[in-house]
């Protein structure tokens, strides 16, 4: 920003907490006593009195530290944009303080073929269809550590989940910084996860040691000790039978070879072999497929496994950054 437009900015600032009166006197940048106005016709009209840009670079807490008196006053409630990136379509919802969905979620199918430069704009075009938030949170397959992309499956074949790898596309994948592209094209600070990590924060106790499992186009795995996010394990690619892995095994290609009955006692086969494996307090299968285990194979998983719905994956995007261990 230049030397006038940060003037400007400041004039408009000021002229804001001008606005706010005796209530935006009262709380200097040095006064911590809590003076928030809870009318919400004096917040629109203040929020209506500082122009389109300002409100939109506030709301994105670049200027927060500017004037804290004004953004204490207003009470902007931080909202976070959560994407669920899936190996067939794309997801997401801009969320409140409380996991709520401020609009219904939008979906896209997954492009193919899917190079990380065409996920970013793809969540970035989907962003800018959805209010305006503050940090996004964003769920990919994969192995996703620190925001970077060990390696994933379904992106690296060009025509989607089970075709041939590419391997132009595979090296563009591996070692690709995906929070600090999504953080510059989003102008947002970015969590980046696996997707069953951010479908786990979404539902776990917080207590005790938690699986989740998400059942779709393969298998996803996150590990929770305590409410704590652990470190990711790629579950989907260990062998379970000769040389198929769990991917293959039980992901959507096999559902729909076997049909819904005969595949839901392979789930139920699954949980008992990883019983022992796991020795968890609490398992929880979601996913997509989730709702297709049948009723039947439901009541004999154990009392201690939960089938919890697919919206979790967009409303783990919130409690994601609580969870975990650093950003």
């Known amino acids: 920003m230049d030397a006038t437009s940060s003037y400007e900015l400041e004039y408009r600032l000021n002229k804001g907490l001008g606005e706010l009166g005796d209530d935006a006197r009262k709380c200097g940048a040095d006064d911590n006593r809590d003076c928030q106005i809870d009318d919400v016709s004096t917040k629109y009209e203040i929020a209506k009195s500082l122009d389109h840009l300002f409100l939109h670079s506030l709301q994105r807490g670049r200027y927060c530290e500017v004037y804290p008196a004004l953004v204490t006053c207003l009470r902007m409630e931080p909202l976070t944009l959560s994407v669920d990136c899936g190996g067939l379509g794309i997801k997401a919802s801009v969320l409140d303080n409380a996991g709520t969905m401020r609009i219904p979620a939008v ?32 769920g990919m397959p994969g192995m996703i550590r620190h925001g970077v992309v060990v390696s994933t499956p379904h992106y690296i074949n060009p025509a989607g989940p089970r075709t041939w790898t590419d391997s132009d596309l595979k090296n563009l994948w591996e070692g690709f910084d995906m929070r600090q592209a999504l953080s510059h094209s989003l102008n947002m600070p970015t969590l980046v996860l696996n997707d069953a990590e951010v479908h786990g924060a979404g539902v776990v106790a917080g207590s005790g040691f938690e699986i989740v499992l998400t059942l779709g186009t393969g298998l996803g795995c996150a590990v929770f000790d305590g409410g704590v996010l652990a470190p990711h394990i790629e579950l989907s690619h260990a062998t379970v039978r000769r040389s198929t892995s769990y991917d293959e095994w039980i992901g959507e290609h096999e559902r729909r070879r076997m049909g819904d009955s005969f595949w839901s006692r392979r789930i139920r086969t699954m949980v008992d072999e990883l019983r022992p494996v796991f020795l968890w307090d609490r398992l929880y299968l979601g996913g997509g497929n989730s709702r297709r285990i049948k009723d039947s194979v439901i009541h004999r998983l154990g009392d201690e496994v939960v089938i919890v719905p697919n919206e979790a994956g967009i409303i783990g995007g919130v409690r994601a950054w609580s969870l975990i261990s650093e950003v």
């Open 107 to 138: 979906q896209v199918a997954t492009p193919y073929p899917l190079s990380p430069q065409l996920l970013v704009q793809t969540i970035k075009e989907i962003a800018d269809s959805l209010p305006t938030a503050n940090r996004a949170t964003v």
